[in-house]
């Protein structure tokens, strides 16, 4: 059997060694193209999302606070489309169309009677000026959670209750329109004239305490009561001043009668009348008296 040389050897695996290396150029190569490839792709990816981050809509009814590193700019966006350097800078939107906030609590009071009186059930009708809304941003913090707050709603409730009789405390047209005076004024101090504006204070549910509520239905009833007696006490003056007037009128008429009856009685009537009565006969007695006897008439 032939065994090649130690030359014929070293050559064969130089050949071999060649042809690896030749191999791992090509792949080398493969390699490289696959990852320009991909390489292009993330680019190409990246540039469009960044084009896409680079715009930013505000809708109709908000306005956009523009940031750059977290300095907020004084002019707040209008609504439309607005450009923004991605990472560098960002845009909060702003609600600026009226918002209601219900605080459903009850939230106990004073009437200016001293009076316990309880609210419940408040809706703040409100709204954010948009020309105030970069401010709100930069000053105020968490401000969709803290600008009207249950401890507000209630110091401006209670406050305008204590101006108000128990009546007019649980009339709301008297106490809805006080409350949201005395609401804005409140925000006005703590934000600034125009920043927030307080459209309608709506108070589903005014009540006094249970004992108050007692003694208001046994005044009421005592009232009634009394009301009661009164119509009844009246009705009987009013019926014994009829019967009075009644016999007088019926008093007065017959002592008229009576004076026409005597004014129409002549000495010639009355005797007339009495010879229509006598019989013709004497008395039996005769004596001094007053009373005019037949003999005298004859004589």
């Given at each position: 059997m032939y065994k090649p040389t130690e030359l014929e050897t070293k050559i064969s695996e130089n050949i071999a060694v060649r042809k690896n290396i030749m191999k791992d150029k090509?792949?080398?190569?493969?390699?490289m193209?696959?990852?320009?490839?991909i390489t292009a792709i993330v680019v190409a990816t990246i540039l469009v999302l960044m084009a896409l981050l680079s715009f930013r809509i505000i809708p109709t009814g908000y306005t956009?606070?523009?940031s750059t590193f977290g300095q907020v700019k004084e002019d707040p966006v209008s609504p439309g489309i607005t450009f923004k350097i991605p990472i560098v800078q960002s845009i909060q939107k702003v609600n600026n169309k009226q918002q209601d906030i219900l605080f459903e609590e009850k939230i106990w009071a004073e009437t200016s009677d001293r009076t316990t009186i309880f609210f419940e059930k408040i809706t703040i009708t409100y709204q954010i000026s948009s020309d105030k809304?970069?401010?709100?941003?930069a000053n105020v913090t968490d401000y969709k959670n803290s600008i009207l707050t249950q401890a507000t709603v209630a110091s401006a409730i209670k406050s305008a209750s204590k101006e108000l009789v128990d009546v007019d405390a649980t009339n709301r047209g008297k106490i809805e329109p006080l409350?949201?005076?005395?609401?804005?004024?409140?925000?006005d101090g703590k934000y600034g004239e125009?920043?927030?504006s307080i459209n309608r204070v709506t108070i589903s549910n005014i009540d006094f305490e249970e004992t108050y509520n007692d003694a208001i239905a046994a005044k009421q009833n005592a009232q009634l009561a009394y009301e009661k007696a009164?119509?009844?006490?009246?009705?009987?003056?009013e019926k014994a001043e009829a019967e009075a007037e009644a016999k007088k009128i019926r008093a007065d008429a017959e002592a008229e009668a009576n004076n026409k009856i005597n004014e129409s009685l002549s000495d010639e009537i009355l005797t007339n009348k009495y010879y229509e009565k006598w019989d013709g006969k004497l008395p039996s007695v005769v004596g001094n008296s007053s009373v005019m006897l037949p003999s005298d008439i004859v004589s």
């Open positions: 090509e792949s080398g190569v493969i390699n193209k696959l990852y320009q490839k956009g606070v523009k809304s970069s401010w709100l941003v409350a949201q005076e005395k609401l804005q004024n409140i925000l125009d920043t927030i009164a119509i009844e006490n009246k009705q009987k003056i």
